[in-house]
């Protein structure tokens, strides 16, 4: 008997009915089962960023679906200090470390501070994504007691949660001081100060403004001594409690987290349970996105790849894709993976529509159900015209200049992409744009790896010589032809794999014409990539 397929089929309606039946087990209200991201202000945010709140937000809607209510909570951190001037800011910033970042000045003038111009960029990509959340603010949520309850109960019971650090990550600082960060009244700095009694009946917290090492550099205080009102929002629980502190606050039913803060997870669960005498939201953990060299994408590193850039060259629904299809595992990324996810949407769009067909029915409802949430279950009524990416990046690269969106347009009714007498919609015309962009901004093609049969690998290698010396579209087109059939290949067969590889599409255009305007360079360089990968796939040498 078939396996009961869960909501639409995918990971996220697996992981709400899970939440669905541990809420009931432990008797809570099923009124509103909330979800949590933490929205960071310290610095770019990277795609990483916005993955916290997609997948957060693609299970708050399989609740929905699921009939229960739901919301997603976007936290944002903007209390934080400032540890590390980013890459690509002023150096005059640094005289900053320590600050809150809502405390500091915007480099670019346009908000009124550091940290709402840094959350601003991953609002803007949560809302170009079609995202629903509610925003609270960690400066605004100090500031108006929504946290005070749990901000007592941790400092009356200080010690136990310093313990329970110390069994959990062996870190011992809060066996001697209080999780709780005061602003020094006096530097203004927030990560210098040392809390060091907390006062119940006045409800203040005294402190000394020490100094602290802030990723590996010491960032003086000031030695100042003084004392907080904890209902002023001038300070902010350690990491080790708050996250603790906004589930139970918030009533939160489940948060998603990278590895890289799984022990503060761990730590917040037990002080949760133990402390707050709240139990902890249910937890899916993800693996970090890398660059191609291997080093975790990320503020710091000064390697960010901002969705901003992603949405230059790419739909909010391919991010969406690239985001949501995968929970778990460590992957590269760069932006030269952008027209693989455009194209791969295609493919889903078709699937959904029926035009491609798929037989398993249980991966037929995953995919349809993945393109789904890329739309956060508002999918168009019909499908769209459906272009190649590298076909539009070949059309924008010869297309004349000042009249590129016209001869483009033009051509794909000469392709048949658009009937004769077809406008182009918003959707073409927005494609066209991306093409535009990286077409101005890059050169190479981004071919895409298929499995090769030796006949086609030799051939392949051949067809490599053959361009390094002919130099007209016509012979070069000649030459495939021929190069097939001295390799027992039928030729459609042949161009259907070029066109595979250069444009990740079995048709387009003609080739020998395609490969003079894309560069032959750049296609012997993508044809020999391809090749080198069969090699290593099949471990033979090259």
Sequence with gaps: MDEEIIGRGTWYDKMAQNIIGREKTLKRSLEMLRTEMGLGASGFPHIGSLGDAVRSYAVTLALKDQGYRSELIAFCDDKDGLRKVPAGLPKSLEKYLGFPVTDIPDPFGCHDSYGRHMSSLLL???????????????????????????????????????????????????????????????????????????????????????????????????????????????????????FAARWKALDIRFEAYGKDIADSVKVNDRICREVLGFEPPSHARYEMFLDKSGRKISKSAGNVFTPQVWFRYGSPQSLMLLLLKRFVGTRTIDVTDIPAYMNEIDYLEEIYFGSKKVSDKRELA???????????????????????????????????????????????????????DQDADDNIKKRIEYALNWVRDFEEIKETVIGLKPDEERALIDLIEVLRIEEQAEKIQGEIFNTARKHGIPPPDLFKKLYMILLGAPQGPRLGPYIIAMGKQNVIKALERVVKSQKAAENQPI
């Design 124 to 242: 803007d990509a949560m809302d170009k994504c079609g995202i629903e959340y509610r925003y609270i603010s960690a400066k605004d949520a100090y500031e108006r007691g929504m946290l005070i309850n749990e901000i007592r109960t941790l400092l009356t019971n200080a010690k136990t949660v310093g313990e329970i650090v110390k069994e959990e990550v062996g870190q011992e600082r809060y066996t001697e001081v209080l999780p709780y960060f005061p602003v020094c009244e006096n530097c203004g700095r927030i990560y210098t100060t040392k809390a060091v009694e907390y006062l119940p009946k006045e409800d203040k917290v005294l402190y000394v403004c020490e100094g602290m090492e802030i990723r590996g550099r010491w960032i003086d205080g000031c030695r100042h001594k003084g004392e907080v009102d904890i209902k002023t929002g001038r300070g902010k629980l350690s990491w080790k409690g708050e």
């Design 366 to 420: 995953k995919l349809r159900g993945l393109y789904e949430y890329c739309w956060c279950l508002k999918p168009p009524k019909e499908p769209s015209v459906h272009v190649p990416y590298n076909l539009l990046t070949f059309l924008a690269k010869i297309a004349p200049e000042g009249k590129a969106v016209d001869f483009i347009i033009e051509k794909l009714r000469e392709y048949g992409y658009l009937k004769k």
